[in-house]
């Protein structure tokens, strides 16, 4: 249980006869310097504590973080799985973290060997042409890649297509990803399996049609089996095939989507290649394409010409630059680390166990959560609440509960098409006593909801924010407290 003191929250511990620092008062007053419009009317109230003071709250308030160091991340989507702490320095030499952006191609060949070596694995482990390391997160790749389908386009005078088709499955990202690249969403079903459905595909594919986006494995964590036939109609409509990446972890090693017809798609460097995620970044969204594709992407692009690495930006086709300098480096060193440290044969290994994770929650707790499409998955399942079960708890309650018992929550109430939804990714770097302890944990919620369900929806108790009014907090946010 997380049992913290209320005091370790309090912000109101200022005190007028401590002080920290002492400040030597101007020799001149601000008004001497500064015209009266931008001069205070009132000093600020700024806190009076002690250094040691200071620093106490502020490491006190780090200890009441949920963090992947101390808990376990099962958001389902978001593969919260370990970063080598290894990477941390390595990203970290002067080499690497002191470098000029605007230094000479000559003072940074180390930087961009590493760039160049980086897209050179991920071609390899897609099987696409050519790659960007640009993109500073998966939806700003989505993006990217929006924009160079309609570059595509435009170059061979198709300028009608302006359509992007969207399944239900599909991450929440894609659909504002096609309205912000000036594209239409058409959304398709599932399948009663849970996976795209061929017909309503077929209905809505169309001379407009300029992408067909897919989430593989798909929000609900399945693998669309159908994936050459889709690609086979994508490509006959003239349009081109798009694979959000971000689920990669579960195929990665085993699977190369160039071989599944895949034109273009963005990979999550924080996700699947164990860099740093949460917390809104740092992130890298690196996107490939198939040959016919290269000639659009971001420039400038790092060339090897047999002697030196180069930044090339001359591309008369090219979308031009989607981000300042060249991406976030120190993701890249991370990414580019861990895959050199591990070779083919181990990638596969990783894929294997995150599917095994997931599948082994998935049994585990069929008879209390039962997965809402009861098959095998990949690297996350979806679960549900049976409200014949447990009329009175909710998903909300079963988040809430976790956190009491030393859980970070799952992804809730996604994706849409699942009632109830619990998204659950172990991650392959989850051991099995972990994984049993977190089984037991929402056993032991089934178990309360059937008997005590107002225990749920008191919960967490534990924990040093209680449960918000989440619906006023985003009607009438209070920026200012």
């Known amino acids: 249980m997380n049992n913290y003191p209320h005091n370790l929250l309090s912000i109101e511990k200022s005190s007028a006869l401590r002080r920290g620092v002492q400040i030597r008062k101007a020799g001149k007053r601000a008004g001497e310097y500064l015209d009266g419009k931008f001069l205070r009317s009132k000093p600020p109230l700024l806190p009076s504590m002690s250094e040691f003071d200071t620093v106490r709250h502020f490491t006190n308030l780090s200890r009441l973080n949920f963090c992947l160091d101390t808990h376990f991340y099962p958001l389902g989507s ?16 002067d080499g690497f973290s002191s470098l000029h952006p605007y ?45 160079i389908a309609r570059a595509y386009h435009k170059d061979r005078k198709d300028f009608d297509r302006s359509e992007i088709i969207i399944p239900d499955t599909a991450h929440g990202t894609n659909p504002a990803t096609a309205a912000m690249a000036g594209c239409k969403v058409v959304n398709v079903k599932s399948a009663h399996d849970g996976r795209v459905d061929l017909e309503e595909l077929k209905k809505v594919l169309n001379p407009k049609t300029a992408l067909v986006m897919l989430t593989i494995p798909n929000t609900v964590g399945l693998f669309e089996k159908d994936i050459k036939e889709i690609s086979r109609l994508t490509h006959e409509a003239g349009a081109l095939l798009y694979m959000d990446g971000a689920n990669l972890n579960a195929l990665i090693g085993l699977v190369k989507p160039a071989d599944m017809g895949v034109d273009i798609m963005h990979i999550n460097l924080h996700k699947t290649i164990a860099t740093p995620h949460g917390g809104g970044g740092p992130g890298a969204g690196a996107v490939g394409v198939c040959g016919r594709l290269a000639d659009f992407l971001p420039v400038p692009r790092v060339i090897y010409d047999g002697k030196k690495y180069k930044l090339e930006s001359k591309s008369k086709k090219s979308i031009g630059k989607v981000k300042s300098f060249y991406g976030n480096i120190s993701v890249l060193i991370r990414a580019y680390c861990y895959l050199r440290q591990f ?20 049994v585990k707790l069929a008879k209390y959560f039962p997965a809402y499409f009861d098959e095998v998955c990949m690297h996350e399942c979806v679960l549900t609440i049976d409200k014949g079960v447990l009329p009175n708890a909710k998903t909300l309650d079963v988040a809430k509960m976790l956190l009491d018992m030393g859980f970070h929550a799952p992804t809730i109430y996604f994706p849409l098409i699942v009632p109830e939804a619990i998204m659950v990714e172990p991650t392959e770097t989850e051991n099995k006593q972990t994984l049993d302890k977190f089984i037991s944990a929402m056993t032991s919620i089934f178990l309360e909801a059937g008997t005590n369900p107002d225990v749920l929806h008191e919960a967490p108790k534990n924990c040093p924010v209680k449960r918000i009014d989440e619906v006023s907090a985003a009607r009438e946010p209070n920026l200012r407290w």
């Not at 993109?135 to 929006?146: R, S, Y």
């Not at 070779?343 to 998935?362: C, F, H, M």
């Open 103 to 147: 230094c000479p191609e000559d003072c940074a060949q180390g930087t961009l060997s590493l760039i160049y070596g980086l897209e050179e694995q991920l071609k390899q482990i897609t099987g696409l042409a050519a790659f960007t390391l640009q993109p500073a997160a998966g939806a700003h790749g989505e993006f990217t890649g929006a924009l």
């Open 78 to 93: 978001c593969t919260m799985k370990y970063n080598p702490k290894a990477y941390d320095v390595l990203s970290g030499l």
């Open 343 to 362: 070779d083919g044969e181990t990638l596969k290994e990783i894929a294997r166990g995150a599917v095994l994770s997931a599948n082994y929650v998935r």
